[in-house]
């Protein structure tokens, strides 16, 4: 055994020494490919930024989008079966993970080895914790996920219902300046400020700016009318003179029509209505509907409708955006940023937004990604916006999954929590959680799972329906019983409680 033992020993330290140096040369390869395109993509962007407190978080991103453009799988597993770590859960930190992986293969090499600093891996999530706070409040119990809840009318006219909402467990609250108008919108603001006041609470209120949603502005069709699976309506650049023998409707931006070519896909209401451009007519476009629920489904006014294929390209603040700016920036404390696509439209909104602000600091901006052209531009809207302003993300996932289709919504909205914590910012996770829970008071299967999955994120926002004080309690618990088990792409292990002594046969 011991003759055995011996003859193979060494065979397996020399397989480990060569592991070890040729993990460490690729290392070292990658790290100086990387350190070269991080310097450019970074160089794009320093002489933007102004707040010297998101500097840290720029060079990180920077950082992470060069790693990203290589294939590193071969790598993790290298330094997996090393022991090492893989490098899977570093958005945060990545240049400190490869200098920490680094000096332990230098260590394993009998090389002199210098780790970073702990600090220097924390500093990325300090900051997210920090911008939280600034963003969602502080949290009640044993959660770290904040609740934001979407303001009903109701919030503005009954004091006692939003104490409710507080005490259920609410961190934040949205007002949704798409609908109602100043005044209600100051009611809504005083009972929250009183409800949290009441607690020794700190609830921010974030007013999210409409920007270019477009919707359907006029119907004309028969009364009740239901669409079905092949038939046909017509998209028209304005109101027909007369009842033609097909149903038709405009939208909120005409001039999106010209860009409409035959065999285009067109999204309505949240992807109920699925419709394919079959022809173009002298003032519009045919579509015939290729995705409907069985029973059929009728147009409705004010409904979104949503063309994938087309970079819209539409001026980010409406009339309507603009005349509610002044009571957003003397009255918000924090401003949503709705169908936000490129760095020029947050320049526009925080242009218009200091005309009305005096000499109080910038507003905290929360980007609402929900378009393909924004997830391509996020890195260059994150930079821009956190240059100048405190800067958060929400995946609002309804018009996101219309926008790239929803068979890529879960990886798309897995990137963009990656992203936003290699940025050092906080995230929204958004969008019909819970839905049916809000509006019938029982939850599905499948909303539970995917309200435990977002709990990754900083913030959940729950949207407006009867049972939300119900529902606020109901998600509070299951972020609390995640928050034992979960931490962005960490799993915690913590102690197991569903398996306790002797187990039966």
């Known amino acids: 055994m011991t003759e055995q033992a011996s003859s193979i020993e060494p065979s397996g330290f020399a397989t480990s020494t060569a592991q070890i140096e040729a993990c460490r040369n690729l290392l070292r390869e990658y790290i100086a490919k990387i350190d070269t395109d991080s310097t450019a993509i970074f160089g794009d962007w320093e ?141 809504m603001i005083k009972n929250i400020r009183a409800a949290a006041s009441k607690v020794g609470r700190n609830c921010p209120v974030l007013m999210d700016i409409a920007g270019p949603k477009c919707r359907i502005e006029t119907i004309d069709q028969r009364k009740n009318k239901r669409l079905f699976r092949g038939d046909r309506f017509e998209l028209l650049s304005k109101p027909p003179r007369k009842h033609g023998r097909l149903p038709s409707i405009t939208i909120t931006f005409p001039e999106i029509i010209a860009k409409l070519q035959p065999g285009l896909q067109v999204w309505i209401d949240d992807g109920k209505i699925g419709a394919r451009v079959v022809d173009l007519i002298d003032d519009g476009a045919i579509l015939e509907v290729t995705v409907v629920p069985d029973k059929g489904k009728k147009l409705k006014l004010e409904k979104g409708i949503n063309f994938p294929a087309i970079d819209l390209e539409l001026d980010h603040l409406t009339a309507t955006d603009l005349a509610n700016l002044p009571f957003v920036a003397n009255n918000a404390d924090i401003v949503g940023c709705s169908f936000v696509q490129r760095p020029e439209d947050v320049r526009g909104l925080t242009a218009e937004l200091k005309k009305h602000r005096g000499e109080r600091p910038p507003q905290p901006l929360l980007l609402k990604i929900e378009t393909g052209l924004a997830v391509r531009n996020l890195p260059r809207l994150i930079v821009q916006s956190g240059s100048h302003h405190p800067v958060a993300v929400m995946i609002a996932r309804g018009d996101l999954a219309m926008e790239v289709g929803t068979e890529r919504l879960s990886e798309a909205q897995e990137e963009i929590l990656w992203l936003c914590e290699a940025a050092h910012i906080p995230v929204v996770w958004a969008t019909q959680v819970l839905e049916t829970l809000l509006k019938s008071g029982a939850p599905s299967r499948a909303e539970v799972t995917d309200a435990a999955m977002g709990q990754r994120a900083e913030c959940v926002m729950l949207n407006k329906g009867p049972y939300i004080a119900e529902t606020i309690r109901f998600l509070a618990g299951i972020l609390r019983r995640m928050d034992r088990h979960q931490f962005k792409k960490t799993a915690r292990l913590s102690a197991l409680t569903s398996w306790h002594g002797p187990q039966p046969l």
């Not at 597993?77 to 240049?95: A, F, I, K, N, T």
């Open 47 to 187: 002489s933007e930024i102004a707040r010297p407190v998101f500097r840290t978080g720029a060079e990180n991103l920077a950082f992470y989008l060069a790693a990203r453009q290589y294939d590193l799988t071969g790598l993790q597993s290298s330094l997996s079966v090393l022991g090492l770590s893989s490098l899977g859960r570093s958005e945060s930190h990545l240049r400190q993970s490869l200098a920490s992986v680094s000096a332990t293969l230098d260590g394993l090499s009998g090389l002199p080895a210098k780790w970073p600093e702990p600090a220097e891996l924390d500093a990325g999530l300090a900051q997210i914790t920090s911008d939280q706070r600034l963003f969602f409040g502080d949290y009640p119990g044993e959660r770290n996920t904040r609740i934001m809840v979407t303001m009903p009318q109701q919030g503005a006219s009954d004091p006692d219902f939003v104490s409710q909402l507080v005490d259920a467990g609410a961190s934040c609250f949205r007002i949704n300046c798409a609908h109602d108008g100043p005044e209600v919108w100051a009611a």
